[in-house]
């Protein structure tokens, strides 16, 4: 077998069927930190990490659109997810601003701890009530993972329905 | 006449014709002693007399003629005659001598007469015995001794006889007119003596009867006056005492009637006064003070001034004494109810001088303890003497192993600079790597992004990305660490700089402070000394201390004690005040019975 048909192969775990099971119940996603708020977007979502990008402002832009940052030639919105979630941006040495999405969809937002990998199945599903009311619409569920709380965040609808709000910024 | 002589001069009458009987009788008796004494000499003298003749005669008659018959015998020597024959020579010679010289004087002429002739014819006689004995012819001695010398021989001893007769017919006649002149004598004496007695006697009679008879009168007249006859008198006259004595009871008694007489007048008068008076107290003695006693000139006026006055003041305090009573009632009430007080306060002094005693008697255990202690603090403090000298010692040690430390200490102190200097070039490269692994997850990140975002064609990227991800990661946890620990090293480091030169300035310091040190502790050790000194004072007089807080725990207890007997009087007190409280009612009743004068 070769590297990359080794690479490319499924891996088969040992507990078999019952291991296949639960990874059927488990859900793979991506953490961010945005102010104090632990957001879980879907693992599979393309995206880029920016070390201190650029980004250019637009006059007449909302308080939370920061700008546009030349990404290799691609224009991506900034917004800046603190300002309509009400967190506090914590002062890293670093400013990491996160990419997601492709295409039209594609926006960057400014995140304050690198991505994390994270599993988690309906074991780990917990009720939460203290959630900032701009996104609970938009988080549909909510994990308890390594003593930690997580969101389940539809970026693409809540950034939709920022710019619904707030007028033609698509 | 005897009642013109004092008593005295009789009395000497009365003893002066006994004593002249007496002296005459005894003068009387006196010469026939002298007489009986010299008829005594007179006799002793013939008597002695006699005895020189009885001498001469034995002489003669024995001595003489039996030397002559035992030469004439021929039983004696002649020379034992002769001896014989001189010896009775001189001794009928010196009983001849004495013969006349024991006779008195008036008739020694006599006597020489008498006896000379004699004394020649016995010296003759003497004389032819010698002759014959130096012839030594016994035949004419025999011879001359039954003829001549015998005849004369016994015409001697005849005359000697003679003489005998005459001295003691002389005796004889001594002896009778001795006798007779004493029977003189006597019957002299007898008749002076019962003549002296006889005049003694009568003089005795009168003289007594001089005394007695004035004295019976007197007496009668006493008795009688005894007996009531106040009229009795003596009357008794003379110039003696016994009629002195009786003239003056005659007028003693005169006076004494007329005494009497005024007294029974005065009685009278007095015992009408004293009725009035006895009735005038019998009333005071219903306790009616209003009455007064009439006052009469006799000796009861001031009696009955007396006795109003008496009334009058009795009045005047019965009823002082009534208002000192009623405020002697109130006080006493007062002072009862102080009383009270006073007895509440000497029981709680009693408890606290009992809580006093108790503490006293705590405080004398505690200085006991602390006598114990300070013992024990002597004892340490000597140690603390000793221990300072060691400690000095130390010190110099010290001194000179903190120089070495100081020196070690420097030397550390650089090597761990170079040290914290290596640590921060690995601090660098640190960072260099953890740079390098955060840039590996960026991009690890990312491709394993790109990789979900391709799908299953990057699977196996997504693989490799989350490996190398991990990989970062891990590198990224481990220089994390590694700067961590660098950091904590650079901060130990820095620390440990930071005390080491704070070793090395306290190293300093410590030397410092061990050369001070050194330099107290030399100090201290005076000072020790002198502290254990002191301690020692300490204990003495924590000793003393506790001796004395023995002594003022037996003090308080005699305090207690006193406390104890000051409550008790209290007590007793309040008792009698409520005593006086009830005596100054009774009194105040007893004098609200008096009838007082408004």
Known sequence: MKAVDALARRFERVDGDAARERRKAERRFR????????????????????EDAQ???????????????????????????????????FRAQRQWWLALGTGDDAFAFPIDALPVSLVADESAAVEVTVVPQSVRPHTPASYRIGGELWLEFRHRDFIRALCASSGPCS | MLSRLSIPVRLLLLLAVPLAALMIVGLTGLTSINATNATTQELQARLAQQVQLEAMRNTLGTSVLAAANGVAMASVSASDAMQALNKSRSDFEEAGAAFIAGAPDYRRDRTDAAIRPILEDFAGLMSEFENGLLDDDTAVIRGAITGEWGAEAQRILSELSKVLESERGAADRLVTSARERGGAFF?????????GLGLALLFGFYIGRSITTPVRELTATVQAVAAGDIEARSRLSGYDEIATLGGALDHLLDEKVATLAAAERANTRLNDSVIALLRAVSQLSRR???VRVPVTEDVTGPVADAINQLATETARVLADVSRVADQVASTSMQVKSKAESVNAVATSQHSEALDTADKLNHAAERLNDIAKLAQHCNELAQRAAQNTESAVVTVTGTLRGMTDIREVIQETGKRIKRLGERSQEISGIVDIINRIAERTTVLALNASMQAAAAGDAGRGFGVVADEVQRLSENTRNAAG????????????????????????????????????????????QGATTAL?????????SSQEQAELSVTLRDRARTMLSGVRTTGEQVAEQLQQTVNLSNFARHLLESVRIFKLPA
């Open chain 1, 31 to 50: 953490g961010l930190r945005v102010g104090n708020l632990g957001l879980l977007v879907a693992h599979d979502c393309s995206g880029e990490l920016i």
């Open chain 1, 55 to 89: 980004v250019h402002p637009l006059p007449g832009a909302p308080p939370w659109c920061r700008g546009l940052i030349n990404l290799r030639g691609r224009l991506l919105p900034a917004f800046d997810l603190h300002e309509p979630l009400g967190l506090t941006r």
């Open chain 2, 187 to 195: 019957s002299l004496n007898a008749v002076l003596g019962f003549a």
């Open chain 2, 288 to 290: 009616d003070l209003t």
């Open chain 2, 481 to 524: 660490q590694i700067a961590s620990l660098i950091k904590g090293m650079q901060i130990e480091t820095n620390d440990t700089m930071g005390t080491m030169e704070n070793a090395i300035g306290q190293v300093v310091e410590g030397s410092r402070l061990a050369e001070v040190a050194g330099k107290q502790i030399g100090d201290t």
């Open chain 2, 532 to 540: 254990v000194q002191s301690v020692r004072q300490i204990a003495a």
